[in-house]
């Protein structure tokens, strides 16, 4: 085997998929807990390009089980370690917002290039840089859109929606998605005032009027944004309000507050494993793997 891929217990199901689409084996990750916290992480087997999986949502204990694993894969054969991360954690803190912060950004993006040798990762919040190579320096760092993905999500939609990304940062995504179909696009302004506290405007709101609106960003965190979002466009006339992202990290209360807000349905990829996420990326991410020369063509 010159490529296997391995991947923790929350992710097999992905990974799987992923592993059928690359026409590789698959190999799951064990991880067992010491009393005092620590994890004691075991690969099966190892391949000369071995491929890690696993998302960095909730990703403190996370990195640390993939950096021991990197290094069980290296022990045992491996000349060349990739992740796939298909969500990538961190890269939203990309500035000190107040004095004394860590750049989480920036310091993770470099573990990772110290304990990887490539990196393929799903549209990654990269917000004052350009490219995620920027945030991960030395390897090759590969961001993927899931703008294909979400777009044939919507082309089965009876009614034409209008595409509301919440904030400027939406922006990219929000016209990537609505591109292939031809759709309206309107784009708000955000003030963040607290992790779940968010002001927002939308400029020509009016023609929400008696059309059904899909909000779209690439990450549902509190879901805060997308419920201010919300209250906005039904009192602008929106006749139905659904979600659409690249990645839901949002918990079963955090659902059940979108669910109450009246946004349904809330759809996103299974980038993010245990959510509500279930639009497919096995094929995204072997092209991917594929593109960065990690993969036979
Ligand atoms: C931030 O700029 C992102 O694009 C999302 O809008 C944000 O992370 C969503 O967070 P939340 O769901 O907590 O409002």
Known sequence: MSTGLF????SLGPAQALAQAAGLACHAVEVSRFPDGESLVRVPASAPTAILYRSLDHPNAKLIELVLAAAALRDGGAQRVV?????????RQDIAFRPGEAVSQKVIGA???DHFDGLVTIDPHLHRIARLDEAVPRIPA?????APVLA???AGEAERPVLIGPDSE?????EAVAAPGGLDVLVGEKQRHGPRSVEIAIAGIEAVRGRPVVLV????????TMIAAAGLLRAAGATRISALATHCLASPDDLARLASAGIAPVRATCS????AGSLPIAALLADGLREGGWLRA
């Open 152 to 154: 044939k999500a919507l």
């Open 170 to 174: 939406s922006r990219p995504w929000v």
């Open 83 to 91: 992740l796939v991360a298909p969500y990538l954690g961190y890269m």
């Open 217 to 224: 960003d690439d990450v549902i965190s509190s879901g805060g």
């Open 142 to 146: 590969l961001a993927l859109t899931a």
């Open 7 to 10: 991947a923790f217990a929350e």
């Open 111 to 113: 573990l990772l290039a």
């Open 272 to 275: 993010v494993p245990g959510t």
